[in-house]
């Protein structure tokens, strides 16, 4: 095989194992957390994803920001294998841990004041397939909110 193929079989496996990372943290408007690759992959879920692969529903608040905002703050630590990374009084960035080979997943929170609603986001940091890692988290997590009554069912 000559070394022009292996330069290319050499940047399809880095392009495939690392896709966009890095690129996908942080906050695009008031409304909105960043998209969830450069292109879409299914190693994230968000509410405001465009492909049903990616997509979750946004978390609809039933009481008020103020009270609801530090008991998600609450249950997001109490998750295994998590920590917040940073947070302010309307965003929360966590990175969740896998237990066997501690690969990290980001979780981000956007609470949406207005909207009286909390725009969410999971994905793996460097792998492409998940394994529905970040679909569950943010199942799980939904299922702890409407438990407590935080958020509509």
């Known amino acids: 095989m000559n070394k022009k193929w292996i330069g290319i079989i050499f940047f399809i496996i880095i392009t495939l194992q690392y896709g966009c990372s890095g690129k996908h943290l942080n906050v695009q408007d008031n409304e909105n957390l960043a998209l969830c690759s450069c292109f879409p992959l299914p190693n994230c879920v968000s509410s405001n994803a465009w ?89 799980t997590l939904r299922n702890q909110l409407i438990e407590k009554g935080l958020i509509k069912g």
Request: glycine share 2%.
């Open 51 to 139: 492909l049903f692969y990616n997509n979750v529903a946004p978390f609809e608040l039933t009481i008020a920001k103020e009270d609801a905002w530090p008991i998600v703050k609450q249950t997001i630590s109490d998750m295994p294998r998590t920590k917040i990374v940073e947070e302010d009084s309307v965003y929360i960035h966590a990175k969740c841990y896998s237990r066997v080979f501690r690969f990290v997943d980001n979780l981000e929170l956007l609470l949406i004041p207005d909207k009286n609603m909390i725009s969410v986001r999971s994905s793996s940091s460097i792998a492409i397939f998940d394994f529905g890692v970040n679909y569950w988290r943010v199942h």
